[in-house]
């Protein structure tokens, strides 16, 4: 399976390191725009190819592309790479697009393609999550009514806002909190609940600014929930999410790192990442990297479907964008 990577900042490299070290995977090009970076991948890569245009992985008779540039840029590779048929198979970084009709378009073009396709929602592979998901479809806690998630970071705590201090305008011109952290949370509760839509009967989102948002979701079966996320939360040196999620037989409480099951009846089960077999053959950055990559080269080579895909993914985008819409209805 030859497989190139657009775009080698942080999750690019991320991405190659791992492809360089799974079995039956060849990675046999790397495009980037930056000429200083195309230097430094040209000793970090040697034996790899560094190339400045995208259209230039033509020549590789590729099986698959990392697209893993900013978000705004999503759209315009991966449409150039279905086009121009550089590959079928396209695994794109969280989120999908910059906006629900660039989500849209690329499911259209996937469909088309015949291929596989992935979008890098990375907790879906976090051991305690998957683990949440198999306790949900088991009824563990019955009928489920509510839930709350949070995705939190520290990453601007005690950053003044560029415009001062107060509310200001909500600006989109660049990537937020929801893209960047909140989608996860997003992606999760799709994955756990199903379709979820804004609610319109409880209060609108409250986004004061682009590193805070908070907004309600519900379920057409009557569930509901609340999404907040953050980068300005003391005590989150690293981003982290998680669920409280209530049932009519118990409730689940679900991070990053550990997992709790507590029942009518009183018992309480606690997990954490060691409980759950939470290991692999490769370790870079996190143990998710390479269970996602994993499971994507898997199913290129199966010709399977895999998730999250294009399709379970404009939803996360479709609901960053009422998000948006509310929030600055109400600004």
């Known amino acids: 399976m030859k ?8 999750m690019g490299l991320v991405h190659a390191s791992m492809l360089k070290v799974l079995p039956n995977v060849e990675l046999v090009a790397l495009c980037e725009k930056s000429s200083l970076l195309r230097r430094f991948l040209k000793k970090a890569f040697r034996s790899v190819p560094v190339v400045s245009d995208l259209e230039e992985l033509s020549k590789f008779g590729l099986d698959a592309v990392y697209v893993t540039t900013p978000i705004p840029y999503h759209f315009q590779v991966a449409q150039t790479i279905y086009k121009e048929k550089i590959a079928e198979n396209v695994f794109v970084e969280k989120t999908l697009a910059a906006n629900f009709d660039e989500a849209e378009q690329l499911c ?18 976090y051991v305690t999550f998957a683990k949440a998901k198999s306790l949900l479809s088991e009824n563990a806690i019955g009928h489920v009514s509510s839930f709350k998630a949070y995705a939190f ?10 415009e001062g201090q107060g509310t200001r305008s909500v600006s989109y011109s660049q990537s937020g909190v929801l ?18 839509d804004m609610s319109a009967s409880r209060k609108s989102p409250a986004m004061d600014s682009e590193r805070k948002v908070h907004f309600e979701l519900e ?14 939360v003391a005590g989150f040196r690293m981003p982290e999410v998680g669920f409280s999620i209530e049932g009519s037989e118990g409730s689940i409480q679900v991070s990053d790192d550990k997992l709790e099951l507590k029942t009518k009846n009183g018992k309480l089960s606690k997990w954490y990442r060691h409980d759950l077999e939470d290991n692999v053959r490769f370790w870079l950055g996190l143990p998710e990297y ?20 294009f399709a379970s993914s404009s939803k996360v985008d479709r609901i960053i964008e009422l998000v948006k819409n509310g929030a600055s209805s109400n600004v």
């Open 108 to 125: 259209r073009l996937s469909e088309k393609a015949n291929g596989v396709n992935m979008v890098g929602y990375l907790r879906r592979f």
């Open 3 to 10: 497989v190139a990577v657009v775009g080698m900042g942080k």
């Open 219 to 232: 379920s057409r079966k009557g569930l509901a929930g609340t999404i907040e996320s953050s980068w300005s």
């Open 153 to 162: 970071s520290s990453d601007s705590l005690g950053i003044p806002s560029s």
């Open 179 to 196: 893209e960047d952290l909140g989608c996860y949370a997003i992606d999760l509760a799709l994955w756990y609940f199903g379709d979820l």
């Open 290 to 309: 390479f269970r996602e990559d994993e499971s994507f080269v898997n199913s290129v080579l199966k010709k399977s479907k895999t998730e999250p895909d």
